[in-house]
């Protein structure tokens, strides 16, 4: 084998390694929209679904999918792959997402359980970004269908902020008299909702629950070795610093309210954040800290020109949370 | 044909088809599997396989990827190998490509069985093994080579060669 033969085939394998790469790079990214924005169109629901997964991975930069992911939340007959292009919304276009809030939230009232249990399950995709949902969700605790009610839960949790609101509510489930209902509360405090001082009562009172699944996960809600916020906060802290900020970390961080004011430093610069979403919260935890985040005041001011009016709004709302004079009334976002 | 241009078919043969081994055996793999536990048709799991080659959660080209690292490594190794190899030292080219065997052996066996299991046994912990599978075969291919080469010197053993 000559030495040119040896040379021509390497050659050959650095071309093909190359087009794998810009096959790569043609098929992630923002380049990707188009082909997902057109696949948001397909017949088939699961490649409806992979497509707003991978548009809510891209993020901001998928915003000329947003009608897309629009018309498949409102309108698609498959409710996963609604609650998919839901969840999608919330990483790319807040106001878009609020729009999808807004348009399902009737349904919480309607005749039809089934109808009543998927605006309960399209609020919770929405995540936190659906908080002014949460009202009308505690009162569909009181629903009569089991299902309503369970799904409902499962919302709050999701949406988990504010906490105020949210965390009575879950403890309200706890002793709801279905099962299925009081075993998605309490999942919400062994995995998703650091239960507080105040639920452990109630926590503590599940353990001698008829159904032994609930019993359990109560004790290991009660077991979590970072049950209290400063075991917590500590390790966000660190998680922001290193530029780490997700939506999971600055949820939790606004669900501990004024106990997580040590993090108020790292969580200012995040109010530049690319996402929204993150913006959005960053907000919030602001916010449901109150007094104690005085010194986010002045980037918080400044924060009342971002781009997206839901970040200005909640910006607002935590300027007036702090009890500053310096929150001026904004554009009402579509609620 | 002559021993040299036999040689020559040999290497190219192992050297492409080791890198498109490497690139394709996750997706064949998870579409035969598909296939035959899930949807019962190629086609259609040839769709869902293109469906979440990039999408969050699978990213099977990724995997893909992973898996092809240490078989392209192997692939530029059995080019210069056998490459340089002359058809006028046959003892030196059987012992090279005893060698190469033994390589190849514990790269297709190691890899189809981690990818197989995986597969069929699914688990949360189990995608690890896609991080985990490129660096034990960085290890074990030299060892797979070594051993079947000392199999191949000791076999082909004769005064003359020194190889």
Redesign the interface.
Known sequence: ?TQK??WL??G??IA??GL?GLF?WQ??GAR?VPAMTDALKDP?S??RV?AA??L??IGPAAKPAVPGLLNQALHDPNQYAGTTAAGALQKIDLAAARQVMAASLPALHDADVQARRNACAMMGSLGPVAKPAVPALVAALDDTSETVRMVAVGALGEIGIPATLVIPALVKALRDPAQTVRHRAVSQFAFSIPPSDAVVPHLKQLLEDKDRSVASLAKSALNSPHRQAKDRTAAYVTMLQMGNANDYTLRQLAQFGPEAAGTVPAVIPVLKHERPLNRYLAAEVLGAIGPGAREAVPALTAALQDEDAIVRESTAEALRAIGTTDAPPVTAAPK | MDTGKKLTRLTVTLYWGCIVFGLTLPGIVMIVHDAYRRHGGFVEAWQDFRLHLFAPGYNLFLIGALNALPFVLLAIFILFHLGTATAKEPVIVSRRLAGVAGALAVAVGLSTWAHLATTLHPDAQGALVYFFLPVYLLGLIPLGYGCRRLIGTIATRTPAAKG
């Open positions: 084998m033969y040896i085939n390497l050959g394998l093909l390694l794998l790569y098929s992630t990707a088939d699961k490649v992979a997964q991978m809510a991975e």
